[in-house]
């Protein structure tokens, strides 16, 4: 079982950036689909990018593609979710979560994962 740990919000002012961190613990990442979901406040939670840990294939919500940018670092059993030009709207807590199916990748509101992280606050002040 795949223990994780967010780390890397923080308040920050639109158009600017932060990077999330979901370290793991328990076993290696890449046996899992990873998944950074988010969830702001009196919304549903949503998933916004995934990487699959079999081929490292990336996916994204329409809404920040081309902002963010999923990625994984096997030696530090790390994954990544690097966003750029911040808008006020992105503001929600962010979780990151693992399927025990490798090549999972859910867009959705996360019922398909399997273990979560207890996730990380940004707010993008305008």
């Known amino acids: 079982e795949v223990h994780l740990v967010e780390s890397g919000g923080g308040l920050v002012q639109a158009g600017g950036s932060l990077r999330l961190s979901c370290a793991a613990s328990?076993?290696?990442?890449?046996?899992?689909?990873i998944g950074w979901f988010r969830q702001a406040p009196g919304k549903e939670r949503e998933g916004i990018s995934c990487?699959?840990?079999?081929?490292?294939?990336?996916y994204y919500r329409d809404s920040v593609r081309g902002r963010f940018t999923i990625s994984s670092d096997n030696r530090k059993n790390t994954v990544y979710l690097q966003m750029n030009n911040l808008k006020p709207e992105d503001t929600a807590v962010y979780y990151c979560?693992?399927?025990?199916?490798?090549?999972?990748?859910?867009?959705?509101?996360?019922?398909?994962?399997?273990?979560w992280g207890k996730g990380t606050l940004v707010t993008v002040s305008s």
């Open positions: 979560a693992a399927s025990d199916i490798e090549y999972l990748c859910d867009l959705g509101a996360g019922s398909s994962m399997n273990y």
């Open positions: 328990g076993d290696t990442l890449d046996d899992y689909g």
């Open positions: 990487i699959s840990g079999s081929d490292g294939s990336t």
